[in-house]
């Protein structure tokens, strides 16, 4: 299949949603999970719009991070606030691939290795070039790439998912806090690479829980509905 053959990601979502649908219907219908029905309606929710946007990868990137967010963030009670993002990500990676028997993500890594080291190599979305930027920071920043390439061959995904994951969040900052211009040139590859790499992630991470999720225990729902 060439890539004008290859289903839009409406298309591909739209059909994730109908299988969804039949499984929600039965939670519903046994009166269960819900806080992971509410998780998985709101990602979707996310999801859905951003499948609709046409040439918007800035947009179209913190739609993707939104979904995401709305699966994995936590809701720590005792403090009264969220789990700190990257701790509840982190936790979240970690639940993902004890669902996924069939190593489905492991797959999905593998068949993105290229996209996975073009953000690795990208010393702008690396966090530690921001705190000194220059020439050894830019080196370090990149060291990462030449890192990955033993983490593929040891099948470490699990630390190759976090590590990418981790740049895409650092893009997802620069935009939702102001700190990016909407369509600017200076980052367009960089934005879009981190939304194709999202995009199919939440693709792959859906299908797991549609297939495993519903029997974890989703407790922690951040800002939950008040019926």
Not at 37 to 50: D, G, P, Q, V, Y
Not at 68 to 97: K, P, Q, Y
């Amino acid at each position: 299949m060439t890539m004008a053959d290859a289903p839009s990601l409406q298309t591909v979502v739209s059909e994730l949603e109908a299988s969804w649908k039949e499984l929600r219907g039965r939670l519903v219908e046994e009166k269960r999970a819900e806080d992971f029905r509410i998780r998985m309606h709101r990602a979707f929710s996310w999801l859905k719009r951003s499948a609709r946007l046409e040439d918007d990868p800035d947009t179209s990137l913190m739609l993707h991070w939104v979904a995401f967010n709305a699966l994995f963030g936590r809701w720590d009670a005792e403090a009264g606030r969220t789990i700190e993002d990257s701790l509840s990500r982190h936790r979240f990676v970690e639940e993902i691939f004890g669902f996924d028997r069939d190593g489905k993500l492991a797959k999905h890594l593998t068949s993105q290795r290229e996209l996975v080291m073009a953000i690795l190599d990208d010393e702008y979305v690396a966090k530690h070039f921001w705190v000194d930027p220059g020439d050894a920071s830019a080196r370090r920043a990149k060291r990462e790439r030449f890192d990955a390439r033993t983490w593929y061959v040891s099948q470490n995904y699990r630390l190759i998912l976090d590590k990418t994951l981790a740049r895409v969040y650092l893009v997802r900052c620069q935009l939702m806090h102001g700190a990016a211009t909407h369509g600017s040139q200076l980052n367009r590859d960089s934005i879009q690479r981190c939304s194709d790499f999202l995009a199919s992630l939440l693709l792959v991470v859906l299908t797991i829980l549609i297939e495993r999720g519903e029997g974890h225990d989703w407790s922690g729902l951040c800002y939950p509905p008040q019926w």
